[in-house]
């Protein structure tokens, strides 16, 4: 058996789970895509516009991915700018995007409102786009490994925060910025800066909006639209009753209650087996399979009788293909002990799971040269 690096000692001062974001901090300001179809009635009424004119917003927003009053020609000129400004207000400012690839992976770094920087990244392959979406203006599970966990959490976004990244990839895509020629955003994956479960309101009204039809949101498919967390079991017992088919990834990172005390704080709430049973319980509500997501960590959590018994506790509640493991290559912080496992240590891990009839897959990681892992962008400024 590979040594094992004592995580206490490579982490000695482990931070404080955060549940909630201290109280005073100031709200960003409302915006079309907070509001549901009554809202929405309700703010025409407020603002003193005609509940047609508020759709006629919402098409530009949502269909045409339009954010700019010069283009809404059928609003009247001189209310135009007025119009726009209560229901689009600027929410998220770039401060810098960095390309990989070619041009086909970009990271965005943003500053919201008030000023906390979130980052979001824009993924083109040949048969998807992808978006990766921050849900928290930092992160408060304190996850020893990762960038944002240690910056710890600021607060959380709001609905239109969250899909205002969603609008503006598509917007990218549908313009033909990102190298291939002009492209749909098929896929949001909710594993930017923050724990979506954490936010769960705000998470779950952007899900909303995403799938819903247009003018009233994006029409996109659930399925295409996977939604992590790292395991807030009350959560994503409440996910499966919500009636919207998304991907539920899981982020388990250790088969055993010690180590993933130490790499995922909240396993101290609860068990390896209280938070399988809840995606288990998800994949059997909602029929969707469910993605365990592993990062590989070089003697930390990669040790081949960790394989093994990752596919023993899968496989304690039946091989009817309610799930499947996605391996992640560490992609480690600047001056940080943690790294990468070796490719062989890799390659025996997956051979025992799939000898366990375990599906799994090594994640394409993308952007390792523009700082992938989510935090370090923000971190840096």
């Given amino acids: 058996m590979a040594h094992e690096v004592d995580v206490a000692d490579v982490n000695p001062r482990p931070l404080p789970l955060v549940m909630a974001p201290a109280r005073g901090r100031g709200k960003p300001p409302r915006h079309l895509a907070d509001l549901s179809a009554d809202e929405r009635k309700a703010a025409a009424e407020e603002l003193g516009l005609k509940p047609f004119r508020v759709k006629q917003v919402a098409h530009h927003y949502f269909a045409r991915l339009e954010r700019d009053p010069e283009r809404m020609t059928d609003l009247p000129a001189k209310e135009r700018d007025a119009i726009v400004g209560a229901l689009l207000p ?36 040949p048969d998807r786009a992808t978006i990766c979406v921050s849900s928290q203006a930092g992160c408060g599970m304190a996850c020893p490994f990762c960038a944002t966990g240690q910056g710890g959490l600021q607060r959380n976004m709001s609905t239109a925060e969250i899909i205002d990244q969603v609008v503006d990839a598509a917007h990218q895509m549908a313009s033909g910025a990102v190298p291939g020629g002009p492209g749909r955003l098929s896929n949001v994956v909710f594993m930017g800066m923050g724990e979506p479960m954490a936010n ?11 799938v819903a039809p247009a003018p009233d949101g994006l029409g996109m498919s659930a399925r295409n639209i996977t939604v992590s967390t790292v395991g807030l079991v ?23 209650d010690e180590l993933r005390n130490e790499l995922v704080p909240i396993n101290t709430r609860s068990s390896v087996a209280e938070t399988v049973e809840a995606a288990w319980n998800y994949a ?11 990062a590989m960590m070089r003697d930390i959590n990669d040790q081949a009788w960790r394989a093994d ?38 390659r025996e891990f997956v051979r025992r799971l799939e000898a366990k009839g375990i599906p799994t897959t090594v994640r394409d990681t993308r952007g390792s040269d523009i700082d992938g892992a989510c935090g370090q962008l923000a971190a840096a400024e």
């Fill in 90 to 125: 600027p929410l998220l400012n770039q401060v810098r995007v960095l390309e990989a690839d070619k041009g086909a992976t970009r990271k965005t770094l943003w500053r919201l409102f008030d000023n906390a920087l979130v980052e979001s990244v824009l993924m083109r392959y």
């Fill in 200 to 210: 769960y309101k705000a998470v779950i009204g952007a899900v909303r909006r995403m």
């Fill in 234 to 256: 009350p959560r994503m017992r409440q996910l499966a009753e919500e009636g919207i088919p998304v991907t539920l990834a899981l982020s388990l990172h250790a088969p055993d």
């Fill in 284 to 294: 059997r509500v909602t029929k969707r399979r469910v993605s365990i997501e592993y």
């Fill in 309 to 346: 018994l990752l596919g023993d506790v899968l496989n304690s509640y039946g091989d009817w293909g309610w799930v499947h493991v996605n391996l992640i290559p560490l992609n480690p912080t600047p001056g940080s002990k943690w790294t990468a496992s070796r490719r062989e240590d890799e």
